[in-house]
Each structure stands twice: as C-alpha cells, then as structure tokens.
C-alpha cells in the first residue's frame, strides 16, 4: 500500500499552521491570547520575535536582565509611581483588594498598605537585598493583612473570601487573586521565571503545576497561570506600569504584558 499523499499533505499543513492552530480550535475557557505587534519589536525585542520554546526563553533572558536594581527601601516611593490610582493621584490601588488607599499609609501598621512580594520570597529564597527580591516588576502595594493572607501560598482557584478580600480567594494551600488581576499575577511570575534563571547568585525560579511548593524555588499551578492569562488580558494599568518601570526605574519590560502569546510560546 502506497502512504497517502492527503496524510502527507496534511501533517505538512499542521506544521505550517501551528501558529494558527490556536485560533482555529475551540477553546476549553477563554481565548488564548493571539499574537500581538508592539512598538518594541523592532529594538527590544529584535533578537526574540519569531522564537519559540528554550530558544525563546533564553532571548528574552537576555534581553530582560539588563536592568537597574532598586534597594529594598526604594521600592516605597517606587510603588507609588507604578501602582498610583489613575482616578486619584494621592492614593495607590492595591492588588488583591483592589482597594484604593492613600500613598501615605505605607507601613507595617493595621490600615497601612506594604510591599507584596507576588512571587512569595520563601520560594527559592529571594531574601530582601538587591535582587529579585526588589525586582518591582512582582511587586505591588497591598494592606498588610490581606499580605499576610497570602503569605507564602501557590496559586490556584478556590478558596473563600476575606477581610478586605475584594474578591480574592484564599485556602490552606492557594490564593486566587480577584479577577481583574489574575492574568496580572500570571505574567509577573513568569516574567520571574525568565528574569531568574540561577546565573546571578539568587535562585533558578520556574513555574510548576503545584501548590505547596514551600520553600522550594519553584510557584505553581502552571496551568491556572496560563489560563489565567487568557481570561485576563493586559489593561491599561497593567501597560502603563510596564512602562514607567522601564522607562524610569529598572529599565527593563516584562515581555509577558507586551507579548501575553509568549506565554503559550514557552509552556
Ligand atoms: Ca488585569
Ligand atoms: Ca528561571
């Protein structure tokens, strides 16, 4: 029996298509996240356009790790440029809560807003030098209870609300960000995951599909963080911060708000 020249043909156009493949399946939850053009891909991102996989990963390693590294201490007034509400100059938005609280009432009292470490600083031991422990593209304003809330959990869906949970969700072993900041939390921790890859003295972080990771470099669940990429796209707010941090503070993006179809480009 000869092969058939229709298979042939066909495994030939899958191949073709792959990039393609996304749009034409029906999607188990949302849309993934289509290919978008930036005014960055020209420059920044000149040597990672077109790259999949490893190869893809690498690039933007690359590409992102160079970079100014706040201190710890100059995050504060950091965080009250990037996370400022857009609808109030004197206040930030904080993530979880999605409170919107006055830039003054940063601190480590009840009511104040504090540091929130989104990529949990036990995984993999970030500590709070210079580092990815300071690295602002994963850190946001937030009341220090609800902080305190998500201490060092993985991320997944389920859970049950809170003091000031503005829909956040939080159980023994997880926290699910409210859903105007799930895909939010999915790009920062993957834009972890590529920034710190064990080259600079500080832990290799990677994505896994767990919770209870503990102290171990790694944040899960993977597969919630892509799918919650997809139901979140990136927003104004979300591209606006990418921008002033690169523009004025480390000078560096996250190539995941810019570029959320590299998500599924690289897992
Ligand atoms: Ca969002
Ligand atoms: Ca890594």
């Given at each position: 029996m000869r092969a058939s020249p229709i298979r042939r043909w066909k495994t030939l156009a899958l191949g073709v298509s792959a990039v393609l493949v996304g749009l034409a399946l029906p999607a188990a939850t949302a849309t993934p996240a289509s290919a978008t053009t930036t005014a960055y891909d020209a420059t920044y991102y000149k040597n990672a356009?077109?790259?999949?996989?490893?190869?893809?990963?690498?690039?933007?390693?690359?590409?992102?790790?160079?970079?100014?590294?706040l201190s710890y201490s100059a995050l504060w007034a950091a965080l009250k440029v990037t996370d400022q509400d857009p609808s109030n100059s004197s206040n930030v938005i904080l993530l979880y809560s999605g409170i919107s609280r006055s830039k003054t009432l940063?601190?480590?009292?009840?009511?104040?807003?504090?540091?929130?470490?989104?990529?949990?600083?036990?995984?993999?031991?970030?500590?709070?030098?210079?580092g990815p422990g300071t690295d602002l593209h994963h850190i946001r304003p937030e009341d220090v209870a609800v902080n305190g809330k998500r201490g060092n959990l993985d991320f997944d869906n389920g859970g049950s609300s809170f003091t000031n949970s503005g829909g956040s969700l939080a159980d023994s072993d997880s926290f699910e960000p409210r859903d105007a900041v799930k895909g939010d939390v999915a790009r920062m921790i993957l834009y972890m995951?590529?920034?710190?890859?064990?080259?600079?003295?500080?832990?290799?972080?990677?994505?896994?599909?767990?919770?209870?990771?503990?102290?171990?470099p790694y944040i899960g669940k993977l597969s919630v963080l892509k799918q919650?990429?997809?139901?979140d796209p990136p927003?104004?707010?979300?591209?606006?911060?990418?921008?002033?941090?690169?523009n004025t503070y480390q000078h560096n993006r996250n190539p995941f708000i810019d570029h959320p179809e590299w998500v599924e480009a690289i897992w």
């Open positions: 356009v077109g790259k999949t996989g490893t190869t893809l990963k690498s690039s933007l390693h690359t590409i992102i790790s160079s970079q100014t590294k940063n601190g480590g009292d009840s009511g104040d807003w504090n540091r929130e470490h989104v990529w949990a600083i036990s995984h993999g031991d970030l500590t709070t030098s210079t995951a590529v920034r710190y890859e064990g080259d600079d003295g500080f832990a290799d972080l990677e994505p896994d599909d767990k919770v209870a990771n503990g102290s171990t919650w990429n997809d139901e927003d104004s707010f979300e591209e606006n911060r990418n921008n002033v941090i690169y």
